[in-house]
Nanobody
Framework: QVQLVESGGGSVQAGDSLRLSCAAS????????MAWFRQAPGKERDIVAA????????YYEDSVKGRFTISRVNAKNMVYLQMNSLKPEDTAVYLC??????????????WGQGTQVTVSS
């Protein structure tokens, strides 16, 4: 089992930055792929960014490329999402997720509770 706890969300203005953090516990952290998803009201949950177990491979959804950066520190069991140049359309609940695979964009078995990000224009 893996437990995930997100933090760092908040309410900001367009153009501002936020850094989300995800603390993992329960299993050897370095063995699995991690990702950030987001879900806006009335919309499906979509993957935003993913990072492989080694950190050598990353994925970004098109709308966040060049603005968001995912990173991980396995020694600290932490995953981060640095979000710059935030836009109102980035408003959503952001969820940290862990896969049982070293790399995956679709199969995530473990989820945090989420942290709200609200961007006003």
């Amino acid at each position: 089992q893996v437990q995930l706890v997100e933090s760092g969300g908040g309410s900001v203005q367009a153009g501002d930055s936020l850094r989300l953090s995800c603390a993992a516990s329960g299993r050897t952290f370095g063995n699995y792929c991690m990702a950030w998803f987001r879900q806006a009201p009335g919309k499906e949950r979509d993957i935003v960014a993913a990072i492989s177990w080694s950190g050598s491979r990353t994925y970004y959804e098109d709308s966040v490329k060049g603005r968001f950066t995912i990173s991980r520190v396995n020694a600290k069991n932490m995953v981060y999402l640095q979000m710059n140049s935030l836009k109102p359309e980035d408003t959503a609940v952001y969820l940290c997720a862990a896969s049982d695979s070293p790399w995956s964009l679709y199969e995530y078995a473990y989820w945090g509770q989420g942290t709200q990000v609200t961007v006003s224009s």
